[in-house]
Structures are given as C-alpha cells and as structure tokens.
Nanobody, 120 residues
Framework: QVQLVESGGGFVQAGGSLRLTCATS????????MGWYRQAPGKQRELLAT?????SVNTVDSVKGRFSASRDKKTLYLQMDSLRPEDTGVYFC????????????????WGQGTQVTVSS
C-alpha cells in the first residue's frame, strides 16, 4: 500500500512558476509508475505527465515545454513555469502499485490534491 501527499500549490499570477511536491510513503518499492493529473473547475481530471520506475518521463503536449515532472527516491515533483489562468485547478499525484503476489494486479492510489490558482 502507498500513501501520497501533495504540497506546493497556491496562488500565482500569470507567467509565474510553482513547484508541486508529492511525498510518498509505504511500500514504495512496488510502485510501477507515477503521474500528475489536473482537474479544472467543471472539467474531468486530465493527465499531465507520467514517470516510470526507470525515470522515463512522458508529458502531454498541452503542457510540454512549460511543465516538467521529475522524481527522486520517495518524492515526485512537478515544476510548472509560464503558468496561465487555464492552468487553474486541483493537482493530484497518482501512483500505480504492482501487487507483489499473484495475480500481480495494478492498484491506483491518489493524493488529496493541491489547489493551484493562476490569476490573469
């Protein structure tokens, strides 16, 4: 089992930067991959970036060049630059946990989210 706690959100003016942090605890060795998601007001949760166990990062085109995900041993980061009002939303950390015994199922865990508000 894995626990995720996001932090670093806040209020920022357009063009500014924020760095989000997702602290992990529990059976982190069995984390298969991790990701950052965003849920804007009135919209569905959307994927922003994933990072696998080997550190390979995939960033969606809509934020590529402005957002950068990284990871160290137990922490996931999201560096957000050139923020826009449309980046406003709740940002969530996600981890997929590979059960260490048959049937080796992937289980998703979510953090509680951190609010990011970008003013124009």
């Amino acid at each position: 089992q894995v626990q995720l706690v996001e932090s670093g959100g806040g209020f920022v003016q357009a063009g500014g930067s924020l760095r989000l942090t997702c602290a992990t605890s529990g059976d982190v060795f069995f984390i298969y991959d991790m990701g950052w998601y965003r849920q804007a007001p009135g919209k569905q949760r959307e994927l922003l970036a994933t990072i696998d166990k080997d550190g390979s990062v995939n960033t969606v085109d809509s934020v590529k060049g402005r957002f950068s995900a990284s990871r160290d041993k137990k922490t996931l980061y999201l560096q957000m630059d050139s923020l826009r009002p449309e980046d406003t939303g709740v940002y969530f950390c996600n981890a997929r946990y590979l059960e260490p015994s048959p049937p080796y199922q992937l289980t998703e865990f979510w953090g509680q989210g951190t609010q990011v508000t970008v003013s124009s």
